[in-house]
T-cell receptor
Framework: GENVEQHPSTLSVQEGDSAVIKCTYS??????FPWYKQELGKRPQLIID?????GEKKDQRIAVTLNKTAKHFSLHITETQPEDSAVYFC?????????????FGKGTHLIIQP | KAGVTQTPRYLIKTRGQQVTLSCSPI?????VSWYQQTPGQGLQFLFE???????NKGNFPGRFSGRQFSNSRSEMNVSTLELGDSALYLC??????????FGPGTRLTVT
């Protein structure tokens, strides 16, 4: 089955700097790659996603890039703010309306230093 | 629109008991997936239901089961509880392909 590796497990950046979280996946059939943000005690929140027919997607300060050949995708957060502090999860899916389920990485604890 | 809701939010059970958790998807969503979240294993896929049919299942023992009703509400059941079943159980609903929105979860503690 699919295996998703996520790095780093902890990332500390100064407020205003950029943060990059990287994930690799194993199954070349995966075609959907969402990112979730989970604050302490809260539900995972979908923040951005990308499909395999697209190389990059941006939404304000957040961007995701996908390299299908290398089977890796990354989350980029620019101009980080204190409210960006959370655990971020990448995931991969073969698709089909969610039927195959999401395979998640282990998460990255992002700490924004004031 | 109201988000995904789950009940109960917290549950304490004893080893050997069984438990039923409930999930109400976002109105109009017909797909409901269940996930287990633990500090050690992270988020793991349990199963997915669409139109009352289980379409896919993760790598969990048969003690974990679920069902979906005609109104898309879903329940999951865990029988013969073990200490290792202590976890946050999350359900997620989906309208279009793949975009899943999570509920707040049910925190299950097995003693």
């Amino acid at each position: 089955g699919e295996n998703v590796e996520q790095h780093p497990s902890t990332l500390s950046v100064q407020e205003g700097d950029s943060a990059v979280i990287k994930c690799t996946y194993s199954d070349s059939a995966s075609n959907y790659f969402p990112w979730y943000k989970q604050e302490l005690g809260k539900r995972p929140q979908l923040i951005i996603d990308i499909r395999s027919n697209v190389g990059e997607k941006k939404d304000q300060r957040i961007a995701v890039t996908l390299n299908k050949t290398a089977k890796h995708f990354s989350l980029h957060i620019t101009e980080t703010q204190p409210e960006d502090s959370a655990v971020y999860f990448c995931a991969a899916s073969i698709g089909g309306g969610g039927a195959d389920g999401l395979t998640f990485g282990k998460g990255t604890h992002l700490i924004i230093q004031p | 629109k109201a988000g995904v809701t789950q009940t109960p939010r917290y549950l304490i059970k004893t080893r050997g008991q069984q438990v039923t958790l409930s999930c109400s998807p976002i109105s109009g969503h017909r797909s409901v997936s269940w996930y287990q979240q633990t500090p050690g294993q992270g988020l793991q896929f349990l199963f997915e239901y669409f139109s009352e049919t289980q379409r896919n299942k993760g790598n969990f023992p048969g003690r974990f089961s679920g069902r979906q009703f005609s109104n898309s509400r879903s329940e999951m059941n865990v029988s013969t509880l073990e200490l290792g079943d202590s976890a946050l159980y999350l359900c997620a609903s989906s309208l279009v392909r793949d975009e899943q929105y999570f509920g707040p979860g049910t925190r299950l503690t097995v003693t």
